[in-house]
């Protein structure tokens, strides 16, 4: 069946390096991936998406890679800040949206 | 406002009551979704719409009713209320398949 999911449920990174959180896919037909950030008491916010017909796409501080050939999807945050310390979930998109279980960035000083 | 809202925020209701959360978003967006987020696994879809009067069961949708009279409106209704359906509540929109959902703030729905 259908599944998302993340490799780990925590990551805790030194502020001004890099992050990288991952997420693998079981649904080789998805065409479109969105990765949502979750700060505490909040709605899930948009981050950045993906088509399957791209390799890579970035925004602002963020890149997002996807490696169909092995189901995986990465998200990559540069010089990482303490306002970047949520939980970010991974989400695969047909008519209906469907979350991996999340990875909480924890940001160490 | 603009935007998607829920309300109420927070509820405590007793088992075996019926329990109504209402999303409203005003962009005239197609698609609405509701979602529960509970400790350890994340945001589960529980039904979703992709317009008015057509509605489909997400990933896990027993105990739960919705309908949609109206673009603009997803009601989510608990017949029954059960201790296990206390989370949190998130109900989210988007305008196509290809898009991103833009999420309310939730409620958090307490059963004792």
């Known amino acids: 069946g259908e599944s998302v999911g993340l490799h780990l449920p925590t990551l805790s990174v030194q502020e001004g390096d890099n992050s990288i959180i991952n997420c693998a896919y079981s649904n080789s037909a998805s065409d479109y991936f969105i990765w949502y950030k979750q700060e505490s008491g909040k709605g899930p916010q948009f981050i950045i998406d993906?088509?399957?017909?791209?390799d890579k796409r970035q925004g602002q501080r963020v890149t997002v890679l996807l490696n169909k050939t092995v189901k995986h999807l990465s998200l990559q945050i540069a010089a990482t800040q303490p306002g970047d310390s949520a939980v970010y979930f991974c989400a695969e998109r047909e008519d209906k949206i469907i979350f991996g279980k999340g990875t909480r960035l924890h940001i160490l000083p | 406002d603009a935007g998607i809202t829920q309300s109420p925020r927070y509820k405590i209701t007793e088992t075996g009551r019926q329990v109504t959360l209402m999303c409203h978003q005003t962009w005239s967006h197609s698609y609405m979704f509701w979602y529960r987020q509970d400790l350890g696994h994340g945001l589960r879809l529980i039904y979703y719409?992709?317009?008015?009067?057509?509605?489909d069961k997400g990933e896990v949708p027993d105990g739960y009713v919705v309908s949609r009279s109206k673009t603009e409106n997803f009601p989510l209704t608990l017949e029954s209320a059960t201790r296990s359906q206390t989370s949190v509540y998130f109900c989210?929109?988007?305008?196509?398949?290809?898009?991103?959902?833009?999420f309310g703030q939730g409620t958090r729905l307490t059963v004792v």
């Open positions: 719409s992709a317009a008015a009067d057509i509605t």
């Open positions: 989210a929109s988007t305008h196509r398949i290809l898009a991103e959902a833009f």
């Open positions: 993906i088509r399957s017909n791209m």
